[in-house]
């Protein structure tokens, strides 16, 4: 289910491109900064007070870059929803037909695992873009091409079914993948690998049960 949240609708662009290598730098260390400060604070007592003080600048500075704190938070999500698709870019990379459905799931689950926890403060910044209007459509954008790519992927595979039994079931996955993923990501390590363990488990089922009205071939 999806969290209940006030969206809110403050200017979320940057205030400066990154055109200067020496701009990019400042932009990725506030970006780190945000994120240390959600992972010990949360979303909800974050502030751009909170950001300079933590980077040792001024506020002033901060908004040269971002006009708020929201903008920083959109920025953040941009970023991690791109290393999301990079992640999709690689498994899809390594689908073969008739590669082992086991070996598969534990490679593309293994990249999507280094997605979440590569990313501080991961868990309040998923929860940010329920609250962020066109963070959130970019998040719901992002579930789309990852569900079509993985139709792609199951067909490649040879998941017997029709382009929309498959779309379908893609979006089983996508749904399982969400879900156990951040699951697992608030879970102490032995919960978290049992999590993942049922992840696989429930993702090499999808790739292996019959169609509707179909015997999975031998």
Same mark, same amino acid.
């Given at each position: &289910?999806?969290? +209940?949240?006030?969206?809110?609708?403050?200017?979320?662009? @940057?205030?400066?491109?990154? %055109?200067?290598?020496?701009?990019?730098?400042?932009?990725? =260390?506030?970006?780190?900064?945000?994120?240390?400060?959600? =992972?010990? %604070?949360?979303?909800?007592?974050?502030?751009?007070?909170h950001i300079a003080a933590e980077l040792g600048v001024s506020v002033g500075t901060l908004y040269h870059y971002f006009p708020n704190k929201q903008a920083i938070l959109y920025a953040m999500g941009v970023r991690w929803l791109e290393e999301w698709q990079h992640a999709f870019d690689a498994i899809e990379t390594m689908a073969e037909p008739g590669m082992d459905?086991?070996?598969?799931?534990?490679?593309?689950?293994?990249?999507?695992?280094?997605?979440?926890?590569?990313?501080?403060?991961?868990? %309040?910044?998923?929860?940010?873009?329920?609250?962020?209007? =066109?963070? +959130?459509?970019?998040?719901?954008?992002?579930?789309?091409?990852?569900? $079509? *790519?993985?139709? *792609?992927?199951?067909?490649?595979?040879?998941?017997?079914?029709?382009?929309?039994?498959?779309?379908?079931?893609?979006?089983?996955?996508?749904?399982?993948?969400?879900?156990?993923?951040?699951?697992? &990501? *608030? @879970?102490?390590?032995?919960?978290? +690998? *049992?999590?993942?363990?049922?992840?696989?488990?429930?993702?090499? %089922? $999808?790739?292996?049960?019959?169609?509707?009205?179909?015997?999975?071939?031998?």
């Amino acid at each position: &289910m999806k969290p +209940r949240a006030a969206v809110s609708r403050k200017p979320v662009r @940057q205030r400066r491109r990154p %055109h200067q290598q020496r701009s990019e730098r400042r932009i990725q =260390e506030i970006l780190r900064a945000t994120a240390r400060l959600l =992972e010990r %604070h949360g979303p909800d007592k974050l502030t751009t007070n909170h950001i300079a003080a933590e980077l040792g600048v001024s506020v002033g500075t901060l908004y040269h870059y971002f006009p708020n704190k929201q903008a920083i938070l959109y920025a953040m999500g941009v970023r991690w929803l791109e290393e999301w698709q990079h992640a999709f870019d690689a498994i899809e990379t390594m689908a073969e037909p008739g590669m082992d459905p086991g070996s598969f799931v534990d490679a593309a689950v293994e990249r999507l695992v280094g997605v979440y926890q590569n990313q501080r403060g991961v868990l %309040h910044l998923v929860q940010s873009m329920f609250t962020i209007a =066109e963070l +959130r459509r970019l998040d719901v954008r992002s579930d789309e091409v990852a569900e $079509e *790519r993985l139709a *792609r992927i199951l067909k490649r595979l040879g998941v017997p079914g029709a382009a929309a039994e498959l779309r379908r079931r893609a979006r089983i996955c996508l749904k399982l993948i969400n879900v156990l993923l951040l699951e697992a &990501m *608030r @879970q102490d390590a032995p919960t978290a +690998r *049992r999590t993942l363990d049922d992840l696989r488990s429930l993702l090499v %089922h $999808e790739l292996t049960r019959s169609a509707p009205g179909q015997a999975r071939a031998a």
